[in-house]
């Protein structure tokens, strides 16, 4: 006959497979009782007990009590089994998995590193039950932003995988889609494109082009054509991505609200701003349905439709959104989260017209929270940056505005290398400062660093090329210099109008 611990913990297994978690709270409880009062306080049982208890804690949100008793699960199984059990390492790598959950990435990384430790210890370096391990750790280093130290270990498990399964199974795809996110985070573009294109080869073969995992393939690739400028490439597999999830979820699926903001995204970037709104509009309705009304996805979708609203001036209808955004960004994730500073940002900008003092308060805020969330060099401080800078030189504070802009420079050369497109716009965006500044020989010097990246990495018809043109043309014209001044403005419009420099058929 079952013990009453035993049948208890089978009941909050079954219902927590089923999807009950309400329902499996009461059993959970009454079998971790039952664990302590047959077995005592140090037995596994108990252990086993908390655990599943402290997951169905975690999968309802209620974070402090799954940590209170995942926590004590932990120290009961390295009383009973010793510190370096498998069921140490299990316990170790659920706990892990909660503080990621919070994207509190710092207290989930020695957890993971011991995890990782223990099975190390106990297998083969090319043991395939280590990737899960290894993915672990490297997964805590991605979301932290330290892609140097996530890149290695991913290689790792891929190198693992290939030796140990077809050159087309689908589990090599999350493996490559996470080497693709790193590739493109770093810059490496072209990287990226072939990691995402042999995800997208792998689950054509094997999943089949009518599913899920394919349709999100299809939406990163997309993403790594956004990144290159190649609009024309990535507006049909966002729109394939769109009609497979379409046809293979249910009708609110918070995957169609996803696509349906890239696809908006894209308009918009081409100058469709009514097909941009309309959809963006569909997005934020699908996510309240699906979320609810506070939810990072719902601000996220808000916050779009607020930077469109901004670049259109419609200044008194982004304000309201970003207001809303920023609350539930505080309110569910943190104060000091980076989605709070994306609407600092944004906030800035609409409060920037009227109030100096409280568009750079915005500002320094989100600032403060990026270099504490990735660190003072990492390439997302830059936007801080360059935002306070782009506020100091519309009211005429050259000095501060340079220094920020030039801190900004020494960031993207640091992190992605001097020849890099991210260096060369911020090189730009210094030289723009100093045409207004009317320094032309220090205005010419930047933009042609600019150029020269540009002209290496993305060749010579690239459109931020033509920026770069126009700007060296401005100073020419303002020094004296016409001629050059007129051969390059010339060769800008030659890149964004190829068709008026045609000669003429003459047949």
């Given at each position: 006959m079952k013990s009453e611990w035993k049948q208890l913990s089978e009941e909050v297994l079954a219902l927590m497979q089923d999807g009950r978690l309400e329902e499996a709270l009461a059993p959970a409880r009454a079998a971790a009782e039952s664990a302590r009062q047959e077995k005592g306080e140090?037995?596994?049982?108990?252990a086993l007990s908390l655990n599943n208890?402290?997951?169905?804690?975690?999968?309802?949100?209620?974070?402090?009590?799954?940590?209170?008793?995942?926590?004590?699960s932990l120290q009961i199984y390295e009383t009973a089994s010793g510190s370096k059990s498998n069921h140490v390492a299990d316990a170790l790598t659920n706990l892990a998995e909660l503080y990621m959950t919070q994207e509190r990435y710092a207290d989930a990384e020695p957890l993971m590193q011991r995890a990782l430790a223990i099975r190390e210890d106990k297998l083969d370096a090319d043991d395939p039950d280590l990737t899960t391990a290894i993915n672990g750790l490297a997964m805590v280093y991605l979301a932290g932003g330290h892609y140097e130290k996530s890149e290695?270990?991913?290689?790792?498990?891929?190198?693992?995988?290939?030796?140990?399964?077809?050159?087309?199974?689908?589990?090599?795809?999350?493996?490559?889609?996470?080497?693709?996110?790193?590739?493109?985070?770093?810059?490496?573009?072209?990287?990226?494109?072939?990691?995402?294109?042999?995800?997208?080869?792998?689950?054509?073969?094997?999943?089949?082009?009518m599913h899920p995992a394919f349709a999100k393939a299809l939406a990163q690739l997309s993403e790594i054509y956004l990144?290159?400028?190649?609009?024309?490439?990535?507006?049909?597999?966002?729109?394939?991505?769109?009609?497979?999830?379409r046809a293979t979820l249910e009708e609110n699926h918070p995957e169609i609200a996803a696509s349906l903001d890239r696809l908006a995204l894209l308009h918009q970037s081409k100058g469709e701003l009514h097909q941009a709104e309309s959809m963006m509009r569909q997005a934020i309705e699908i996510y309240q349905k699906a979320f609810g009304e506070d939810h990072p996805a719902v601000a996220q979708t808000q916050n779009n439709l607020a930077e469109l609203f901004l670049n259109q001036g419609r200044y008194d209808e982004a304000g309201p959104l970003l207001e809303t955004s920023l609350r539930t960004r505080e309110t569910v994730l943190d104060a000091n989260h980076p989605a709070v500073a994306q609407s600092l940002n944004n906030l800035a900008v609409v409060y920037g017209r009227n109030s100096l003092d409280l568009a750079e308060q915005l500002h320094r805020r989100a600032l403060d929270i990026r270099k504490l969330a990735f660190g003072s060099e990492h390439?997302?401080?830059?936007?801080?940056?360059?935002?306070l800078a782009a506020l100091y030189r519309a009211h005429n504070r050259v000095e501060d505005?340079?220094?920020?802009?030039?801190?900004?420079?020494?960031?993207?050369?640091?992190?992605?290398?001097r020849d890099n497109p991210a260096t060369a716009q911020s090189y730009y965006k210094l030289g723009a400062l100093y045409i207004g500044a009317e320094r032309y020989i220090e205005a010419e010097?930047?933009?042609?660093?600019?150029?020269?990246?540009?002209?290496?990495?993305?060749?010579?018809?690239?459109?931020?090329?033509?920026?770069?043109?126009?700007?060296?043309?401005?100073?020419?014209?303002?020094?004296g210099r016409t001629m050059e001044g007129k051969e390059y403005a010339a060769r800008a419009h030659k890149i964004r109008k190829p068709e008026h420099m045609r000669k003429p058929d003459l047949n």
């Open positions: 140090d037995h596994p049982d108990l208890l402290g997951e169905l804690y975690h999968m309802l949100g209620d974070y402090p009590l799954a940590e209170a008793a995942m926590a004590q290695p270990l991913l290689e790792r498990v891929l190198k693992i995988l290939e030796k140990e399964l077809a050159d087309n199974h689908p589990d090599l795809g999350p493996v490559l889609t996470q080497l693709a996110v790193i590739a493109q985070a770093t810059g490496r573009l072209q990287d990226a494109e072939t990691h995402l294109r042999r995800v997208v080869s792998i689950y054509e073969k094997s999943i089949g082009v990144s290159m400028g190649l609009f024309q490439a990535a507006e049909p597999l966002l729109g394939q991505a769109l009609e497979i999830r390439p997302a401080v830059t936007q801080s940056l360059d935002n505005a340079e220094a920020l802009l030039k801190e900004s420079i020494a960031i993207w050369e640091q992190s992605v290398g010097e930047t933009l042609k660093k600019a150029r020269t990246i540009v002209e290496k990495t993305l060749g010579p018809k690239d459109s931020h090329l033509a920026a770069i043109f126009e700007a060296l043309s401005m100073v020419y014209e303002k020094t």
